[in-house]
């Protein structure tokens, strides 16, 4: 039975993993920038043509495993280094939900707000189901967790300083290398105000029901017992 609930969470969590990939394929191909966690990698396929938003994706998250690793130390539990497939996984089906999205013309400016603010809910779904399957982490809210374990600052404090750090980063080698800020505009900001507060929304309702179910589960366990 504790095998079986364990193998839930893990797929709640990769469906988690799955969702994000879509919702921020989604967010970029609105056309009106990207997510901010997604900021450093998105710049970087301007910087270098014909390398994928999703390789560019797992050499972050990769980098952000290994400041996991240096900040941790021994506390880096080996369980943690199935972020390594999780990010994989991810990485890959943005490339995926990319390439299935290529021949779909989003059209004017004002279309391009539909799947902008789409991608923003199915992300927001997306972290909330991550969160609540409570197993693993993507490197780059893994490396935000070490941080505030090490400095004992607020998780979601990290997070957005974490969250502003990338954008900033994202910017600096955009005008470093491109002499102008390419890749981010008005759609990051929205992603950036807005997912946090969806994926609330759906951690509280989601995580409510996961919660009566569970209650309703072991209530018809007993019954049968007795």
């Not at 409570?134 to 957005?160: N, Q």
């Amino acid at each position: 039975m504790q095998r079986h609930a364990l193998a839930c969470r893990y797929g709640v969590f990769l469906a988690g993993v799955v969702l994000s990939a879509l919702g921020i394929a989604l967010i970029t191909k609105a056309g009106l920038g990207t997510s901010a966690i997604s900021s450093l990698a998105y710049v970087l396929t301007f910087v270098i043509p014909g390398i994928s938003l999703g390789t560019f994706t797992l050499l972050v998250n990769l980098a952000a495993l290994a400041a996991q690793i240096l900040l941790l130390g021994r506390e880096f539990r080996p369980v943690q280094l199935l972020q390594l497939p999780a990010t994989v996984i991810f990485s890959a089906g943005i490339d995926l939900w990319t390439y299935l999205m290529r021949d779909w013309t989003v059209g004017a400016y004002p279309m391009g707000w539909i799947p902008l603010l789409a991608g923003c809910v199915i992300l927001g779904l997306g972290v909330a189901l991550e969160v609540l399957g409570d197993v693993l982490y993507l490197p780059c809210e893994g490396v935000v967790k070490a941080i505030s374990r090490k400095s004992r600052a607020e998780f979601g404090t990290v997070k957005t300083l974490f969250d502003l750090s990338m954008v900033l980063s994202a910017i600096l080698v955009s005008v470093f290398c491109l002499g102008h800020v390419s890749g981010l505009r008005e759609g990051t900001i929205v992603a950036a105000a807005t997912v946090g507060g969806i994926s609330r929304f759906f951690r509280e309702k989601l995580g409510s029901l996961l919660a009566r179910t569970k209650a309703e589960d072991g209530a018809s366990g007993v019954s049968v017992q007795s």
